[in-house]
């Protein structure tokens, strides 16, 4: 179990920096679209936070430790940190499509991973996290065009 606990510490990571900068995107966000994209980035914060919150639990059920060190947290991230600065409506929105493409792609090769070892409980919050970033992702591309 122990390669799956780093392969899920690994994706909460990726889920907490993208949480961190949901709130600088929503705490610095500038321009027209800042009413209606400030709400949705709120959205998007509480959702992802309980995405991180049921991978934290499961790594504790399996009986892992949910990785805390914010430097740890930073150092096995693919998501990197954003700066803190103003963020207009463009940016924030390739700013999401980038890391939604990205987690898109990254669960489903964790499900299948999690499939094979015929984990259908990670399979089942990892389809969850699917649902919510396929959706938004689409919403967001078709936004860009």
Not at 43 to 66: S, T
């Amino acid at each position: 179990m122990e390669k799956e606990i780093d392969i899920l510490n690994e994706y909460m990571a990726n889920l907490k920096v993208l949480n961190n900068n949901l709130y600088n995107m929503h705490f610095n966000l500038i321009g027209s679209s800042f009413i209606g994209l400030h709400k949705k980035l709120e959205e998007y914060y509480n959702e992802v936070a309980l995405m991180y919150d049921k991978v934290a639990e499961r790594i504790k059920m399996i009986g892992g430790y949910p990785i805390t060190s914010l430097n740890k947290i930073e150092e096995v991230s693919s998501i990197k940190s954003m700066k803190s600065m103003d963020y207009n409506a463009d940016q924030v929105m390739n700013v999401l499509e980038n890391d939604f493409t990205f987690l898109v792609d990254y669960t489903k090769d964790l499900i299948e991973y999690f499939d094979h070892k015929k984990d259908y409980y990670t399979t089942n919050i990892l389809n969850d996290n699917l649902m919510f970033f396929t959706k938004q992702n689409w919403m967001i591309k078709t936004s860009l065009k």
